[in-house]
């Protein structure tokens, strides 16, 4: 089992950034995936940002240019750097955590309890 903890959320102004952060302990496998999915007001839940235990990322078009992901293996935590930050960027971040196997099939997502980020005009 893997027990995920968010930080970093919060209100900023638009153009404003924030830096969230997850932290994952348990039962950490060789290969995984960790990212940021988020669900605004009305509208279903999305990808974001991940990124592999090899160090691969993927971002959402939407972010791409604005936000980072990036992970500190060594505290098993995955960060995401959000600048230029618009409206349309407010939502509940949920960081996710996938084991991935070999195959490319998956086991057992585990997901944070969600950091709230609103963007103000």
């Known amino acids: 089992q893997v027990q995920l903890v968010e930080s970093g959320g919060g209100l900023v102004l638009t153009g404003g950034s924030l830096r969230l952060a997850c932290a994952a302990s348990?039962?950490?496998?060789?290969?995984?995936?960790m990212g940021w999915f988020r669900q605004g007001p009305g509208k279903q839940r999305e990808l974001v940002a991940t990124?592999?235990?090899?160090?691969?990322?993927d971002y959402a078009d939407v972010v791409k240019g604005r936000f980072a992901i990036s992970r500190d293996n060594a505290k098993n935590t995955v960060y995401l750097q959000m600048n230029s930050l618009k409206p349309e960027d407010t939502a509940v971040y949920y960081c996710?955590?996938?084991?991935?196997?070999?195959?490319?099939?998956?086991?057992?997502?585990?997901w944070g309890q969600g950091t709230q980020v609103t963007v103000s005009s």
């Open positions: 348990g039962s950490i496998g060789s290969m995984h995936r």
């Open positions: 996710n955590f996938r084991r991935v196997l070999p195959t490319g099939a998956y086991l057992n997502d585990y």
């Open positions: 990124i592999t235990s090899g160090g691969l990322t």
